[in-house]
Structures are given as structure tokens and as C-alpha cells.
């Protein structure tokens, strides 16, 4: 059962929605406007734990961020993918996250800028991450030493530039981490109508116009948009995380289906009345446990053990 602090932090959630919704303060009249609100918010409320350092850096033309400190081992690392509908967040939205992560798990994160949709719809953002993976191996980086990670959006991307990888026969990471990956752009799961009600973060006509801003000309099911329509033949282990009342379930239970049927390895756990990304919300017993959770796997993919 989730915690009383997850359940009075859930409760907040829905109330600060209704709030912002009353207000109009979600429909900001312009794509810009929206993600300003959303990365100045964050600036201002999400505070990175101490011990931590954040270096800038121009990758190929791209913003990008390494996260680590004192104890992070040298050669290997995690490529860390926002999520944010392909549309919006940030580094600055995602640097918290992607700070626990790092501290737990001992390994360093690189957290790149990839290009938004729907200015740059599919295959920007794809594209964009196989340039930073290039990059990392011609760094030295030996792909057995990187693992793609993400959430929401930044999941499915994960994904997706796996296949994209396997496709064109090139080394693969040793391993994928999603946290609630939106895999299944074509809304067609039933947790889409079955957590309408009880999601406090997500609507599903939202969502819907989202994909279409992110697909562009391409087909909602094509499968490096929607994953969950892929063959995952050949795939890295896979990890997943989601919450039971977030309307991307059926999204996070297909991906691992279709990937189990492929004899992949994967690891999916759900967690009961979590939500979307719920491991962003400091505060709450639930998402420090998933981090750690994540971090283990992170430590048995490099058999790190429980040192760092």
C-alpha cells in the first residue's frame, strides 16, 4: 500500500491541477511559454542534493550536463533522457533525478538537450541521441559501459534508439532503464480509460495531442515512435518501472511483453498507487526506494556490486 505521505503528496497533486487548470494557467498561449513555465518552476521548487557536481557542456552542437561527484567511477556512465511528451522539460526539469540516480548508483549521467517537437518532430530526437552515443564511444567509452535511461518520453526514446541501433547494426548499450515510458503513441492500451480518473497528472486528449505533434507525417504506430509495436530481437536487458494509476500502465506492461517475447531480460515492476514519474517527488519513501531499486540494477549491469 502507498504511504500516507504518497497518498497526502498525490491528493496536492490533483488539487495544484485543478488549481492551474481554473486559472488557464496550463493553456499559455505558446509552445515557448510553456516550457519557460515549466523549467523556471522547476529551478525555483527542485533543490539537487548536496555533493554533487553539474559541468555544462557543447556535445555536437548540443546542451548537455555530467552529473557526478567524488565516488563516480571513471569509465562508465548513463546517458539520461528527459521526458516531457517530446515537447518540453529540461536539464533543468530532470538534473534532480538524474543527481539521485547518480549518487546511488556511483556511475556519472550525461543528460542531454535533444531537440523538441514540434518544431523538430520524429526522428529528431532519436537522431539526436545516437549523436551523443557516437560521441561517448569516440570518447572512449566502450558501449558494454553505457546504459540508456528515461522517463515518460525519455523512456520511450531510450527505446527507440536502441532499435534504431540494432537496426543499422551497430553496438548496442549494456542495458535499457525506462520510468513510465510512454511507449504506445497510438493511446490504445486500456489503462488510457481505466486511470482517466485516478491519474492526477495526465489527460489522455493531452496526450493524444502530443503524439501527433511529435509523430509529424509519420504513423502513430510506427514502431520507433511506438515501441510496443517493435521486434525486439536482440535487445539489451531492459528495466522498467510504472505506476499502477498512471494512464501509460498498459504502455510500460506491452513494451515488456513484446520484449519478453523476444527473450529479452527484462524487469518490470509496478508500483501500487504510484503515478506518472513519481520518482521525481523527493519527498515520498516510494520514489527513494525505486532509486535505489534503479541504482541496483544500474550496479549489477556494471557488476559494481555495492560499491561505487
Same mark, same amino acid.
Given at each position: 500500500?502507498?504511504?500516507?505521505?504518497?497518498?497526502?503528496?498525490?491528493?496536492?497533486?490533483?488539487?495544484?491541477?485543478?488549481?492551474?487548470?481554473?486559472?488557464?494557467?496550463?493553456?499559455?498561449?505558446?509552445?515557448?511559454?510553456?516550457?519557460?513555465?515549466?523549467?523556471?518552476?522547476?529551478?525555483?521548487?527542485?533543490?539537487?542534493?548536496?555533493?554533487?557536481?553539474?559541468?555544462?557542456?557543447?556535445?555536437?552542437?548540443?546542451?548537455?550536463?555530467?552529473?557526478?561527484?567524488?565516488?563516480?567511477?571513471?569509465?562508465?556512465?548513463?546517458?539520461?533522457?528527459?521526458?516531457?511528451?517530446?515537447?518540453?522539460?529540461?536539464?533543468?526539469?530532470?538534473?534532480?533525478?538524474?543527481?539521485?540516480?547518480?549518487?546511488?548508483?556511483?556511475?556519472?549521467?550525461?543528460?542531454?538537450?535533444?531537440?523538441? $517537437?514540434?518544431?523538430?518532430? #520524429? !526522428?529528431?530526437?532519436?537522431?539526436?541521441?545516437?549523436? =551523443?552515443?557516437?560521441? /561517448?564511444? +569516440?570518447?572512449?567509452?566502450?558501449?558494454?559501459?553505457?546504459?540508456?535511461?528515461?522517463?515518460?518520453?525519455?523512456?520511450?526514446?531510450?527505446?527507440?534508439?536502441?532499435?534504431?541501433?540494432?537496426?543499422?547494426?551497430?553496438?548496442?548499450?549494456?542495458?535499457?532503464?525506462?520510468?513510465?515510458?510512454?511507449?504506445?503513441?497510438?493511446?490504445?492500451?486500456?489503462?488510457?480509460?481505466?486511470?482517466?480518473?485516478?491519474?492526477?497528472?495526465?489527460?489522455?486528449?493531452?496526450?493524444?495531442?502530443?503524439?501527433?505533434?511529435?509523430?509529424?507525417?509519420?504513423?502513430?504506430?510506427?514502431?520507433?515512435?511506438?515501441?510496443?509495436? $517493435?521486434?525486439?530481437?536482440? #535487445? !539489451?536487458?531492459?528495466?522498467?518501472?510504472?505506476?499502477? =494509476?498512471?494512464?501509460? /500502465?498498459? +504502455?510500460?506492461?506491452?513494451?515488456?511483453?513484446?520484449?519478453?517475447?523476444?527473450?529479452?531480460?527484462?524487469?518490470?515492476?509496478?508500483?501500487?498507487?504510484?503515478?506518472?514519474?513519481?520518482?521525481?517527488?523527493?519527498?515520498?519513501?516510494?520514489?527513494?526506494?525505486?532509486?535505489?531499486?534503479?541504482?541496483?540494477?544500474?550496479?549489477?549491469?556494471?557488476?559494481?556490486?555495492?560499491?561505487?
Amino acid at each position: 500500500m502507498p504511504t500516507l505521505k504518497s497518498y497526502f503528496l498525490k491528493k496536492g497533486i490533483q488539487l495544484g491541477v485543478r488549481r492551474l487548470k481554473r486559472k488557464k494557467t496550463l493553456k499559455v498561449t505558446g509552445v515557448e511559454e510553456q516550457r519557460q513555465l515549466l523549467n523556471s518552476t522547476a529551478k525555483r521548487w527542485i533543490k539537487m542534493p548536496p555533493n554533487c557536481t553539474v559541468e555544462s557542456a557543447q556535445i555536437e552542437g548540443m546542451y548537455c550536463e555530467w552529473i557526478s561527484n567524488k565516488q563516480t567511477v571513471k569509465n562508465k556512465v548513463i546517458l539520461y533522457l528527459h521526458g516531457g511528451a517530446y515537447g518540453y522539460c529540461s536539464a533543468d526539469t530532470h538534473r534532480t533525478l538524474a543527481a539521485r540516480i547518480m549518487i546511488e548508483s556511483g556511475v556519472k549521467v550525461l543528460l542531454p538537450e535533444y531537440r523538441l $517537437a514540434p518544431e523538430h518532430p #520524429f !526522428p529528431a530526437a532519436p537522431e539526436d541521441t545516437l549523436v =551523443i552515443y557516437h560521441w /561517448l564511444l +569516440d570518447q572512449g567509452y566502450e558501449p558494454s559501459n553505457i546504459i540508456f535511461a528515461g522517463d515518460s518520453a525519455g523512456g520511450g526514446l531510450s527505446v527507440a534508439s536502441t532499435l534504431l541501433l540494432r537496426d543499422r547494426n551497430e553496438p548496442l548499450p549494456a542495458a535499457v532503464i525506462c520510468l513510465s515510458p510512454w511507449a504506445d503513441l497510438t493511446s490504445s492500451g486500456p489503462s488510457y480509460s481505466k486511470n482517466r480518473e485516478k491519474d492526477p497528472y495526465l489527460n489522455p486528449e493531452l496526450v493524444k495531442v502530443a503524439a501527433q505533434a511529435y509523430a509529424g507525417s509519420e504513423s502513430l504506430d510506427h514502431n520507433l515512435i511506438s515501441p510496443v509495436f $517493435a521486434d525486439f530481437s536482440g #535487445f !539489451p536487458p531492459l528495466y522498467i518501472q510504472v505506476g499502477s =494509476i498512471e494512464i501509460l /500502465l498498459s +504502455d510500460a506492461e506491452k513494451l515488456a511483453q513484446q520484449a519478453k517475447l523476444a527473450g529479452v531480460n527484462v524487469t518490470l515492476t509496478v508500483w501500487k498507487g504510484m503515478w506518472h514519474v513519481f520518482q521525481m517527488s523527493q519527498s515520498i519513501p516510494e520514489a527513494k526506494q525505486a532509486v535505489k531499486e534503479i541504482s541496483e540494477f544500474v550496479k549489477k549491469t556494471f557488476e559494481l556490486g555495492h560499491t561505487t
